[in-house]
């Protein structure tokens, strides 16, 4: 799937995102198609390791494997991390962070892969949001998803 960073929230709308709440996209990439490219904080790096392994929310049946080129050959499917010793299993679920005027920011957590492996530069209040840890919780089980 492929949305333009900062574009409305699209992928499952009206699942956890309540009325009135306006949810944008960050990190939905696809082959073939061009992406901001750069340097994050080493800070930044580790904060989304642990919100990719703590805070995964909206979580599907299967993965999604990463679809842009991998210069060492085929890409991993599913892709792995370890985060401080736990191993993550990226491509299943979104993570979702408040920015500071109230907007939700949703990315696959595959985002985490995107950076370390692809050098993509998410928004700038992207990197904030991740780096101040403020990620929205999902619902508690059996509460309603909005």
């Not at 929230?9 to 990439?29: C, K, S």
């Amino acid at each position: 799937m492929r949305y333009e960073d900062g574009s409305p929230y699209a992928y499952t709308p009206g699942i956890g995102v309540p009325q009135g709440v306006q949810a944008i996209n960050v990190g939905w990439l696809e082959r073939q198609e061009e992406f901001p490219r750069g340097e994050v904080p080493t800070e930044f790096v580790h904060a989304l390791a642990v919100m990719c392994r703590d805070n995964s929310t909206n979580r599907m049946r299967g993965w999604q494997g990463c679809t842009l080129p991998h210069p060492e050959g085929k890409p991993p499917y599913p892709v792995v991390v370890d985060v401080d010793g736990t191993e993550v299993t990226l491509g299943s679920a979104e993570i979702r962070l408040l920015a500071r005027d109230g907007r939700w920011l949703i990315a696959p957590n595959l985002v985490l892969h995107y950076v370390a492996a692809h050098g993509y530069l998410p928004p700038r209040e992207f990197i904030e949001a991740v780096t101040a840890r403020r990620a929205i919780p999902e619902p508690p089980s059996g509460m309603p998803r909005f």
